[in-house]
């Protein structure tokens, strides 16, 4: 069945560094990749997306990769700052008949200064 | 706030009950999506509901049921709960049938415990 795979469950930078998420995906029909931010007790928000006729998209500090041939795409966060400590999600869709989004597990990643 | 509403915030019940949990989409999006977020756990997918039609499902168990009202509110419905059942659930909602291509805007989830 679909699956999506998320690497690292955990992440610990210093304040300045970048840091990486990476996820893998089943099924190659997927078109559409968000990343969700989940703060502690909060719900979880949209930070970027990408969608599979694009290879990067960059909002500010925030880039996502897409390589479909490899079927991964992965989260970076450059000058990174404490209060980007949270979870982050990947996603993929499965279209046209099953719309709906597969989840990674998760990264909490910290940010200590 | 995303404009996602979901009641209550807090449901604590015992095992054996039956629970309905409330969400009221943004104004004019016509798709709602369950999720259920156990502890320390990702996001699963339960159904998809749009403009008052079943159009996804997921891992969703046969005790769980889901629909959606003519004014585009959804509700789902838990019974014969079990302490497994524990979690956080999520409603989002977007404005197209296709949710995967359009960004799904989540409600604050209801924290359900079963004792």
């Known amino acids: 069945g679909e699956n999506v795979e998320q690497h690292p469950s955990t992440l610990s930078v210093q304040e300045g560094d970048s840091a990486v998420i990476k996820c893998t995906y089943s099924?190659?029909?997927?078109?559409?990749f968000p990343w969700y931010k989940q703060e502690l007790g909060k719900r979880p928000q949209l930070i970027i997306d990408i969608r599979s006729n694009v290879g990067e998209k960059k909002d500010q500090r925030i880039a996502v990769t897409l390589n479909k041939t490899a079927k991964h795409f992965s989260l970076h966060i450059t000058e990174t700052q404490p209060e980007d400590s949270a979870v982050y999600f990947c996603a993929a869709s499965i279209p046209p008949d099953t719309d709906k989004l597969i989840f990674g597990t998760g990264t909490r990643l910290q940010v200590f200064p | 706030d995303s404009g996602v509403t979901q009641t209550p915030k807090h449901l604590i019940t015992a095992t054996g009950q039956r629970v309905t949990l409330r969400c009221s989409p943004r104004?004019?999006?016509?798709?709602v999506y369950w999720y259920q977020q156990s502890l320390d756990q990702g996001l699963q997918f339960l159904i998809q509901?749009?403009?008052?039609?079943?159009?996804a499902k997921g891992n969703i168990l046969e005790r769980f049921s889901a629909q959606q009202f003519p004014d585009l509110h959804s509700e789902l419905n838990l019974s014969s709960l079990e302490l497994g059942d524990s979690a956080l659930y999520f409603c989002?909602?977007?404005?197209?049938?296709?949710?995967?291509?359009?960004?799904?805007?989540f409600g604050p989830g209801t924290r359900l415990t079963v004792l």
């Open positions: 989002a909602s977007s404005p197209t049938k296709t949710g995967g291509q359009s960004e799904q805007f």
């Open positions: 104004s004019g999006d016509l798709s």
């Open positions: 509901y749009y403009n008052g039609e079943e159009r």
């Open positions: 099924d190659s029909a997927s078109n559409y």
